[in-house]
């Protein structure tokens, strides 16, 4: 029977190169130097917008998906966090003169959006194990992005700490392995493949990585 969190273990061990891609991504040292003009930092959030709002949908499959199970309060607290985000990405958006109308209707890339709809077929095919270990490996450095992203726009552009509370929320989350572990414990237990659990972080990570890569692209041809 296999442990999950030896699994865990495992999974970051084998996606460590990504996740220092990821954690020491360019983006963040671009903001850093005021090399990114306000009309291009405005893909940040106009993608954003498009992620959170899809990633609330996938999360309240998961709830309806999992009502019956353990699972269900995790997948619940996290909806609602991505609830309450929304309006702090708006003052965020505010700040670069962006309206919520705007947002709507901002072009997303296909390498932005990615990620958000690899979440959305998760929501609908992975299994509840499957999921929370992805996130479980992902939330890490996307936190820690985001605590890098919010010093440097506080810093070098600016703005104050009520628009940057976005990203601060999301570098400041609490821990939620051990409940993570509980749920992995009982797909593994209930026969769920190591192996897929295993392939869905590391689809994860690399969309993750794609999100950051089309923002310094975007960032640096804006």
Excluded at 33 to 51: E, M, T
Excluded at 120 to 134: K, P
Excluded at 163 to 174: I, K, N, V, Y
Excluded at 177 to 184: N, T
């Amino acid at each position: 029977m296999t442990d999950a969190s030896r699994l865990v273990d495992r999974v970051r061990s084998e996606l460590q190169a990504i996740d220092d891609q990821i954690r020491n991504h360019p983006y963040p040292e671009l903001l850093e130097r005021r090399a990114v003009s306000l009309d291009a930092l405005r893909a940040f959030p106009g993608h954003q917008y498009h992620i959170i709002t899809s990633d609330m949908r996938s999360l309240a499959i998961l709830v309806q998906r999992f009502g019956g199970e353990p699972s269900h309060d995790f997948f619940m607290g996290i909806l609602q966090g991505e609830h309450q985000g929304l309006p702090r990405l708006l003052r965020l958006a505010a700040r670069l003169q962006m309206t919520e109308a705007e947002l709507r209707d901002y072009p997303v890339t296909a390498e932005g959006f990615a990620y958000t709809t690899f979440m959305a077929y998760q929501a609908l095919y992975a299994s509840a194990a499957e999921f929370v270990l992805g996130i479980l490996v992902n939330f890490a450095a996307w936190g820690h992005n985001c605590a890098r992203t919010s010093a440097a726009l506080r810093h070098a552009y600016g703005f104050t700490a009520e628009q940057t509370e976005f990203l601060d929320t999301f570098a400041a989350m609490p821990p939620f392995e051990e409940v993570a572990l509980e749920i992995i414990q009982a797909g593994l237990d209930r026969g769920d493949d190591p192996l897929r659990l295993s392939r869905g972080a590391r689809l994860f990570q690399a969309y993750e990585k794609m999100f950051w890569d089309c923002v310094a692209e975007l960032a640096e041809t804006g």
